[in-house]
Nanobody
Framework: VQLQASGGGLVQPGGSLRLSCAAS????????MGWYRQAPGKQRELVAS???????NYADSVKGRSTISRDNAENTVYLQMNSLKPEDTAVYYC???????????????WGQGTQVTVSS
């Protein structure tokens, strides 16, 4: 199973970015997908998550400024971030909790991370 994240970059304060993450491989079904971030010197933290049924959860720091969505047919999760602030600067990682074919174990997988830098 591989998770390929894209969409990071340099953006000015107040700007927007859309991150994408596509899961591929021997996937039977995906339970939850989400985005985490890790700033220098800080622990990785949850940004937003979404279940297969569409229920969402957001960190207080991004609530109202970000929207997580997913395309179940394409095994892809998106994170639209608006009104970006310098404190949003971090490496963003996507995560998927899923079943692989032939397994009854629910396992978590991580993408490679994409850098988001908010600076003027």
């Amino acid at each position: 199973v591989q998770l390929q994240a894209s969409g990071g970059g340099l953006v000015q304060p107040g700007g927007s970015l859309r991150l994408s993450c596509a899961a591929s491989g021997s996937i039977s079904s995906i339970n939850a997908m989400g985005w985490y971030r890790q700033a220098p010197g800080k622990q990785r933290e949850l940004v937003a998550s979404i279940t297969s049924g569409g229920s969402t959860n957001y960190a207080d720091s991004v609530k109202g400024r970000s929207t997580i969505s997913r395309d179940n047919a394409e095994n892809t999760v998106y994170l639209q971030m608006n009104s970006l602030k310098p404190e949003d600067t971090a490496v963003y990682y996507c995560n998927a909790v899923l079943f692989t074919h032939g397994s009854s174990l629910l396992k978590g997988y991580w993408g490679q991370g994409t850098q988001v830098t908010v600076s003027s």
